[in-house]
């Protein structure tokens, strides 16, 4: 009996029959992009987070909830960015 994940795997390779096997510079590359990108969110993550710190211990609910609000979006265009980059690589271009 095969695993969900297994299931998963052969309905994905099925979507796209024409997609070739990566290389390994391929999967480097895509290794260093998740890790450049995964520090790139810590870091703004930090940041942000040292200024919604600072406007909690001033009860200032409006800047919170657009530090709040700036933190989902900067993670989304990141990980947005890093998705756009990684799918260049699996197309073979830089």
Not at 59 to 85: C, G, P, V
């Amino acid at each position: 009996m095969k695993s969900a994940y297994e299931l998963a795997m052969e309905r994905l390779k099925g979507s796209e029959p024409d997609a070739a096997p990566l290389s390994s510079e391929q999967k480097e590359r895509l290794a260093e992009l998740d890790a450049r990108y995964k520090a790139k969110i810590a870091e703004r993550e930090i940041f942000l987070r040292k200024a919604f710190d600072e406007a909690a211990e001033g009860n200032q609910h409006a800047e919170l909830e657009q530090i709040r609000h700036q933190m989902l979006n900067e993670r989304s265009r990141l990980e947005d960015e890093r998705e756009t980059e990684k799918e260049r690589v699996r197309r073979g271009s830089r």
